[in-house]
C-alpha cells in the first residue's frame, strides 16, 4: 500500500512540475531595444554581422518576460533548443532589425539562439519559436522610435541632449515612456545605449512600466552618437 501510495504521490507531484512548466511565470515583457552607435562607440567596439552594417535605427536586444517584483525566469525549456528551419522565413527580418553587433563577426543565430532558450522558452505558455521572434519584431516595428525622436528635433549626429527630453520626444511620439539606459563612449561620455518598453503579459500591446529594470543611470547630458 505503501510503495502504490508513494508512486501515486510522484505522478502527482511530476504531473505538477510539468504543469508548472507550462504555466505563466511572468506579469510583462520587456521589449529592448539597442541604439548600435553606442554599441560600437566603446572601448570593445563591436564587429559587424556576415550580412554587412546593420541600418543606423534602433535593433532589437531582446524580449523578456520579467515579474513585478523585479526579478525574472530564465532557460525554462532545455529541451526547446533554438532551430533556424523554424525562423527561415523572418531570417531576412532579423539579420535587419535584430542584428548582433557582439565580436568575432558572426551570422546572429548564437545570439538569436541564446535569446529565445534564455527568455523565450520561458513564454512557451504564449509563443512558439516563430511567435516570440515574429511577435518582437511586429512590436518593434509598431514603435518607430527614430521617427520619434527626429519628430523632437534628436538625431543621431553626436549631439547631446538631456534624459528628459530623449524620454518625452518617445513618449509623445509612441504613446509610451520608456526606461532609458546609458552606457560611455571610449571617453567616458554617457550616451543613449538602450530603451526598455513594456509588453502587456500576453504580448497584446504596450502598457506603463511596473517597475524599472535598474541598469546604468544617463545622468542629463546624454550623447546620440552616429553609426
Known amino acids: ?74 532557460n525554462c525549456n532545455p529541451n526547446s533548443a533554438f532551430d533556424p528551419s523554424k525562423v527561415s522565413d523572418l531570417l ?25 532558450e534564455k527568455h523565450g522558452t520561458c513564454a512557451q505558455n504564449l509563443f512558439n519559436e516563430h511567435g516570440y521572434f515574429q511577435t518582437a519584431l511586429s512590436l518593434r516595428d509598431e514603435l518607430k522610435v527614430l521617427d520619434a525622436l527626429a519628430s523632437a528635433g534628436i538625431s543621431p549626429d553626436g549631439g547631446y541632449y538631456t534624459q528628459a527630453a530623449i524620454k518625452n520626444a518617445i513618449q509623445q511620439g509612441t504613446g509610451y515612456a520608456p526606461y532609458v539606459d546609458c552606457n560611455r563612449d571610449e571617453s567616458g561620455n554617457t550616451q543613449l545605449y538602450q530603451l526598455y518598453f513594456c509588453v502587456a503579459a500576453d504580448a497584446s500591446g504596450f502598457v506603463e512600466c511596473p517597475v524599472s529594470p535598474g541598469g546604468r543611470p544617463c545622468g542629463n547630458r546624454v550623447e546620440f552618437p552616429a553609426f
Not at 2 to 13: D, E, G, N, P, W
Not at 100 to 110: F, R, V
Request: charged letters at 15%; proline letters at 7%; hydrophobic letters at 35%.
Open 92 to 116: 531576412s527580418s532579423l539579420r535587419s532589425n535584430w542584428p548582433t553587433l557582439a565580436c568575432p563577426t558572426s551570422d546572429g543565430l548564437k545570439f538569436w539562439a541564446h535569446e529565445w
Open 1 to 74: 500500500m505503501r510503495t502504490h501510495l508513494s508512486l501515486a504521490v510522484l505522478l502527482v507531484l511530476a504531473a505538477g512540475c510539468a504543469a508548472s512548466a507550462a504555466a505563466q511565470d511572468y506579469d510583462f515583457f520587456y521589449l529592448v531595444l539597442q541604439w548600435p552607435g553606442s554599441y560600437c562607440d566603446t572601448k570593445q567596439s563591436c564587429c559587424y554581422p556576415r550580412s554587412g552594417k546593420p541600418a543606423a535605427d534602433f535593433g532589437i536586444h531582446g524580449l523578456w518576460p520579467n515579474r513585478d517584483d523585479g526579478s525574472y525566469p530564465q
